[in-house]
């Protein structure tokens, strides 16, 4: 009888800790999507920035060269910054 209620014990915190590690996955994806969201977003800002920058100057040879700055090459699979 001990040896069941003890097995039942151990089924029961390895039911929590399964639990708790598929929030943390989950947890650990959506941060990710957020991170490609920001890294695609800066990306188009500066893709934006040097259009703009192509746009006002008069000819080519007077535009500023082309920067990506470091936002943009971040590492898209890098879950924490």
Do not use: F, W
């Not at 920001?38 to 192509?54: C, D, F, K, Q």
Request: one cysteine or more.
């Amino acid at each position: 009888m001990k040896v069941l209620e003890n097995r039942t014990k151990d089924l029961k915190l390895e039911m929590e800790v399964l639990e708790n590690l598929q929030e943390l996955k989950d947890l650990n994806q959506s941060s990710g999507d957020s991170s490609r969201k920001r890294n695609t977003t800066a990306a188009l800002l500066e893709e934006a920035r040097h259009s703009r920058l192509l746009e006002d100057s008069n000819t080519e040879d007077e535009a500023p060269p082309y920067q990506p700055q470091a936002a943009a090459r971040l590492n898209p699979t890098a879950i924490c910054n």
